[in-house]
Structure formats: structure tokens, C-alpha cells
């Protein structure tokens, strides 16, 4: 089965880029410097930022569903960050690189089913939770830390 997996819109952090510590903090934001890499994933080139690069640690909405899984929860979004990633079976290395938390909902916003699984073998839970017909999409989190990394939807 072919699958899409997508990364968050630049458009809606773009006015956070390059304002001063004082302006983030007061929209809840707080700059981080990659100090490793991997260690920095940044949403929405759903890549891993390069030591010395400056990221945005913010909060996020990631399931704006009126439904009892609405949740939100922190982020990195790279201030170098200039398209979204969009791409048909390929699994990028920032999501590769990690446990996986995969959540699959169905167009109501409720979980239909979840599981953890190794980046390496991601593709065969997508199939399997894209499967079943009840399934509109999936969210993939980092297993670690709970946070919202990416979407994924099948391909029609």
C-alpha cells in the first residue's frame, strides 16, 4: 500500500524566525541550539538540525480534532526551515532513526489503533494501520518523548 508522510507547513512559524529571546518568550517559545546530531528534529523538513543550528522549541497542535485525543504538545521547528517535507513511501532518517509511536484515527479524530515500533521497520505498521478501512490517518510520535513528529495518510 502507498503511503504520504508530511511535515508541518513553514507559514504558521515564520513570524517566530529571528525574533529575540525576549519576543519568543513571550509567545511561549524558547530557542534551542542543536548541540548533537541526531538529537534536534525539526517538523517540518522532518529532518535532524545540524550542530550549531538555532531551533524553536514551541508548543503545537497537533490533533485539533474535536475529540477527547485533541492534544498538543512541544515541538522543534528549525529557523531555517523553508518547505515542508511531502514526500510518498519514503520514511525520512529523522523518523528512521527512532522509536515510533504510530496512532491511527479515523475521521471523527478517534483512535482506531496504536503501536510502538523500531524506525527501521516502520513501513510495516504504516501498511497495517493503513489496512484497515476505518483508518483516515496517522500520526507518528517520538516513542521517547511523546512528541507529534509527523503524518502520515495513504496515497490514493
Not at 65 to 82: D, L, R
Amino acid at each position: 500500500m502507498s503511503f504520504r508522510i508530511l511535515g508541518l507547513c513553514v507559514e504558521p512559524f515564520k513570524h517566530l524566525f529571528g525574533l529575540s529571546d525576549q519576543e519568543l518568550a513571550a509567545n511561549n517559545v524558547i530557542r534551542r541550539i542543536a548541540v548533537a546530531k541526531p538529537g534536534f528534529p525539526d517538523r517540518v523538513e522532518l529532518r535532524d538540525a545540524e550542530p550549531g543550528e538555532s531551533l524553536l522549541l514551541l508548543n503545537y497542535m497537533h490533533q485539533p480534532a474535536h475529540s477527547p485525543y485533541q492534544a498538543s504538545h512541544a515541538i522543534f521547528v528549525s529557523e531555517k526551515s523553508q518547505s515542508r517535507y511531502d514526500q510518498s513511501n519514503e520514511v525520512p532518517a529523522s523518523l528512521r532513526g527512532r522509536t515510533l509511536s504510530l496512532r491511527a484515527f479515523d475521521n471523527k479524530g478517534l483512535i482506531v489503533t496504536a503501536d510502538v515500533i523500531d524506525g527501521k521497520k516502520v513501513e510495516e505498521l504504516i501498511e497495517k494501520q493503513l489496512d484497515t478501512a476505518e483508518v483516515a490517518y496517522i500520526h507518528a510520535h517520538y516513542a521517547g518523548h511523546g512528541c507529534y513528529a509527523a503524518r502520515i495518510e495513504r496515497v490514493s
